[in-house]
C-alpha cells in the first residue's frame, strides 16, 4: 500500500474522466469542479455518460453546479486544451453528432489516444460491450433497483458523516465490493474489454461505463476504467513524466491505482500486478454488478 500526497494543483499530460451523471441527483458535481479547477492538462476525454439524458427525461434536475461543470469543460477547450467527447449510453443522443464540433469539444465514437512512450490506447466508453456480455433483462432490472437503493443509503451515509466532520466515504462501494456477484460482473466485463483490445490491434483500453476504476494488465494488454462521479469520484491522468494514475478526489484525495512503465508493462507480455499496480485501502476496490449492467 502506497500512500502519496496529491499536490493541490496538477499539471499533466491527458486527463480522462467519464460516468458524471449530470442531471442525475448523485452526481458529485461540487468534487468535479474542484478538481477541474486544480488540473491543467493538454487533452481531456470526456469517456462517455456525461448528461444524464434518461434521468433528465424521468424527472428534471440540474442544479447551478451541474451547469457549471459544462461551463468549465467548455472554457477549457476554448482556452486551448483538446476536449474530445465521446457519448456514452445515458448521452447516446450525442452519437447523432458523431464528428461534429460544440464550440471547440470534438465529438467522435471513439478514439485512438497515443502514450507519452508511442502505446496506442482505444478509448470508448464501455456499452458497447453489453451486447457480447449479456445480461438478462431480469438482471437489469434487479441490478438498476439495488443500485438505485446503495446510492440512497450512501447519501444518508454521507450526510450524516459531513455533520459529524467525517470525509467523503461511499457506502455503496463499500457494500457492492463484498458482493460476489459484483465482483463476477467486474471480472467479465474487464475481460470482454481485454479481447475487445486484442482484436482492435491496440495496446489498451480507456473506457468507463461500470464506475469502478481500475488498471490492469493482462497478456501485455492495458485496461484502464477512469471511474465514475457518482459514487467513487475518480480521474485518470497521464502525467507530465508518462505515469497512468486512477486520482480519487473528494474532500480526501488519493491515488487509487498507478502504473509507472506503460511501454515496459506492455511490451513484457505478463502481469504486472504485484510490482508496478498500487491498490489502496480495500474500500477503494469497488464493485458492483448493478453499475456492470446499468452504468
Ligand atoms: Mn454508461
Known amino acids: ?3 502519496r500526497l496529491i499536490p493541490e494543483q496538477l499539471k499533466v499530460r491527458t486527463v480522462w474522466i467519464s460516468d458524471i451523471h449530470l442531471g442525475y441527483k448523485d452526481c458529485k458535481a461540487e468534487f468535479l469542479l474542484d478538481f477541474l479547477g486544480r488540473v491543467e492538462c493538454d487533452t481531456l476525454y470526456l469517456v462517455g455518460d456525461i448528461i444524464d439524458i434518461w434521468s433528465l427525461s424521468q424527472s428534471f434536475h440540474w442544479p447551478a453546479s451541474h451547469n ?17 467527447y465521446i457519448p456514452g449510453n445515458h448521452d447516446s443522443v450525442f452519437r447523432d453528432y ?8 470534438e465529438i467522435h465514437e471513439n478514439c485512438i489516444h497515443e502514450t507519452l512512450d508511442g502505446k496506442r490506447l482505444l478509448i470508448m466508453h464501455g456499452d458497447e460491450l453489453d451486447n457480447i456480455i449479456r445480461f438478462s433483462r431480469f438482471t437489469k432490472i434487479v441490478g438498476e433497483t439495488a443500485y438505485d437503493f446503495l446510492l440512497f ?15 467523503y466515504w461511499s457506502l455503496a462501494g463499500y457494500i457492492k465490493a463484498r458482493l460476489n456477484n459484483a465482483a463476477q460482473a467486474i471480472e467479465c466485463f474487464e475481460r470482454a474489454v481485454l479481447d475487445w483490445a486484442a482484436h482492435h490491434n491496440v495496446d489498451g483500453v480507456v473506457c468507463g461505463h461500470i464506475h469502478h476504476p481500475n488498471i490492469r494488465m ?10 465514475d462521479w457518482i459514487e467513487n469520484c475518480t480521474a485518470m491522468i497521464e502525467t507530465r513524466d508518462g505515469k497512468l494514475e486512477i486520482l480519487h478526489w473528494s ?3 488519493k491515488r487509487v491505482k498507478q502504473l509507472d512503465h506503460i511501454a515496459k508493462a506492455v511490451s513484457s507480455q505478463r ?15 469497488q464493485a458492483t454488478s448493478a453499475a456492470a449492467t446499468s452504468g
Open 98 to 105: 458523431i464528428g461534429e464540433s460544440f464550440g471547440a469539444v
Open 271 to 285: 502481469p504486472l500486478a504485484s510490482e508496478s499496480l498500487v491498490s489502496q485501502s480495500p474500500a477503494s476496490i
Open 153 to 167: 443509503l450512501s447519501r444518508i451515509s454521507n450526510k450524516l458523516r459531513q455533520h459529524l466532520g467525517y470525509s
Open 218 to 227: 493482462e497478456n501485455g494488454l492495458l485496461y484502464c476504467n477512469d471511474g
Open 68 to 84: 457549471q461543470v459544462l461551463r468549465t469543460l467548455l472554457k477549457k477547450a476554448r482556452d486551448g486544451v483538446k476536449v474530445i
Open 1 to 3: 500500500m502506497v500512500d
Open 251 to 253: 474532500d480526501s484525495r
